[in-house]
């Protein structure tokens, strides 16, 4: 403790304010364990997040948390923070009949969009024999990470929520 005081580190508490609606305690926190207090709550948010798609029948494509980070007097500190998660829902939220998504957004037509899916299924398929036929564990892990985001990227794809030359590319990578 009095090495604190003879360096003079300023460690200043930090007071934070939730979203209207948005639910935790906005408990302060000092400059020094402001991460861990920031990183905690939206990881609360996250966790709250996927709990609700997978009960209304949704999938997790990508969760991301970002933290706002400051100098606050001798730390850096975090001052805000942001959880981004994206939920896919097949048949739509309330349960009606899901519309697939034709790449209007990303101004491609329709043939080109079922060509890339089409090279998407045809290359899991692929990753999925190799999965079956291999005994490595190395390999199936790779394997198995390849397989995760080639599906994430059809799910993307199918929501419009990603350009379709990014898809191309994956596809020539992975087919």
Do not use: C
Not at 8 to 37: F, H, V, W
Not at 84 to 97: A, D, F, L, S
Not at 124 to 148: G, H, V, W
């Amino acid at each position: 403790m009095n090495l604190i005081r003879e360096l003079n580190l300023d460690n200043p508490i930090l007071y934070y304010k939730l979203d209207p609606g948005e639910m935790g305690i906005a408990t302060p926190s000092s400059a020094m364990l402001s991460i861990s207090r920031v990183a905690g709550h939206e990881t609360g948010n996250a966790v709250r997040a996927r709990a609700d798609a997978i009960a209304n029948g949704g999938y997790v494509i990508y969760s991301v948390i970002t933290l706002d980070m400051r100098k606050r007097g001798a730390f850096l500190a975090a001052v805000a923070g942001k959880t981004t998660v994206e939920i896919y829902y097949p048949h739509g939220k309330n349960g009606e009949k899901g519309v697939k998504p034709t790449g209007e957004g990303n101004k491609t037509s329709t043939s080109a969009f079922q060509s890339v899916e089409m090279k998407l299924k045809n290359a899991l398929r692929t990753l999925k024999n190799m999965l079956k036929s291999t005994k490595d564990l190395a390999i199936k892990e790779e394997i198995q990470k390849r397989i995760s985001q080639i599906e994430n990227a059809l799910n993307m794809l199918k929501m419009g929520k990603i350009p379709l030359e990014n898809v191309e590319s994956l596809v020539n990578v992975y087919a």
